[in-house]
């Protein structure tokens, strides 16, 4: 098994596997051609619950460990990284409230994602992505009210989202420690969505631009105190960056199988190219390096449900992760030879998803920063 999980999570696992099969591994090919924003697909897995799987069990959630989920979340990945992404970015849409917001954020937020609500999380902005501390969106408190003015981008459901967790500046004098961070509502006068990204990869997923002009919310929906947006903002990340090890695992998990299962049928000089010994040695790096991310990304999370320090683990299980998701893409690629570089084919758009786990939630350079400053300290 490639996680060490719990009976309720085996059991689970099965019902996901059975989903994915039925109702997003095939159907996710004509939305990675058109783009489309698959409404269907995300009715019926609400329906099933797995968009509500990191609410914690005190707020009516299931009570799953963070490595039972994972499991879970993986095998969403090899269906499709662009929905498991979408599932996952509600998950860290809720991470600043479940970090800084008190009892009555807290259950709001939950209790929305229970009901089927998608969360999103706004930080990037066009002058501001790996560097956020660069940001120009702004909240101005106004009586019992703060007023946001700003636009963010590159927001993974944006487009789809019910709750936004929104970092904006309180002080612009001091710059990311004068960021705050508030919740902000679907339906508020003043938020809107602009730009629609056609994305290479992930394609089942919404990306898009989150626009706030003259937005008016309550001050009660300041997450924690003033000026503790981005140290909340980085926290979120700190977790979130495993979840995207998680499903770039999945991709390179896909991506051996198709390349496992192609070479079985590929006859060349009278024989399938699996009995090659070339290929035995290509099949079994690709497993060295799927089976060496995993455990990162099971040891991250691990000391993270245990309460112990995860900032560089997760860093480093996100970054390897996403290297190798692109490496045994690449290499699954190869196996199918011409075929592999046709859409008829799924490799090619393996490829295309996993480029992006190298980029968002910080991106590789970035991490091997955070790692770096890790050991120097």
Request: glycine share 10%.
């Amino acid at each position: 098994m490639p996680y060490i999980i719990s009976e309720e999570a085996r059991d689970l696992l099965s019902d996901v596997k059975k989903f994915c099969d039925n109702e997003v591994r095939e159907q996710a090919k004509e939305f990675d051609k058109t783009g489309e924003w698959p409404k269907e697909m995300y009715d019926k897995a609400i329906e099933q619950g797995y968009t509500a799987l990191e609410v914690p069990e005190e707020y009516g959630g299931v009570g799953l460990s963070r490595v039972d989920i994972a499991a879970l979340m993986e095998e969403m990945a090899k269906a499709d990284a662009g929905f498991a992404t979408t599932v996952s970015a509600s998950g860290l849409g809720m991470k600043p409230v479940l970090i800084a917001g008190n009892d009555e954020q807290k259950r709001r937020v939950c209790e929305k994602i229970l009901e089927g609500s998608f969360a999103a999380f706004c930080l990037t902005e066009p002058g501001a992505g790996s560097d956020p501390g660069a940001g120009k969106t702004t909240a101005v408190k106004d009586g019992d009210s703060y007023i946001l003015n700003g636009r963010k981008c590159f927001i993974t459901n944006g487009a789809v989202a019910d709750v936004y967790l929104v970092a904006a500046l309180t002080n612009k004098e001091l710059g990311m420690k004068g960021m705050s961070m508030f919740l902000v509502e679907s339906g508020t006068p003043g938020l809107s969505t602009g730009n629609h990204e056609d994305k290479m990869g992930i394609r089942c997923s919404n990306t898009c631009d989150v626009v706030f002009d003259d937005c008016r919310i309550p001050a009660e929906n300041l997450i924690g105190k003033e000026g503790d947006g981005f140290k909340i903002a980085m926290q979120t990340l700190d977790q979130a960056r495993t979840w995207m090890g998680c499903l770039a695992t999945g991709i390179a998990q896909r991506a051996m199988e198709e390349a496992v299962a192609y070479a079985k049928e590929r006859i060349q000089f009278g024989k399938p190219i699996i009995k090659n010994q070339a290929m035995h040695f290509k099949i079994a790096d690709m497993e060295i390096k799927i089976e060496t991310a995993r455990q990162m990304v099971a040891h991250a999370l691990t000391k993270m449900d245990l309460g112990l320090p995860y900032s560089m683990e997760s860093a480093i299980a996100k970054c390897y992760a996403s290297d190798i998701a692109m490496q045994v893409a690449s290499e699954a690629i190869q196996v199918f030879g011409g075929y592999g570089y046709s859409r008829e084919y799924p490799v090619e758009k393996l490829l295309r998803d996993a480029k992006i786990f190298q980029i968002f939630e910080g991106t590789n350079e970035i991490l091997r920063i955070v790692v770096g400053n890790n050991i120097v300290k």
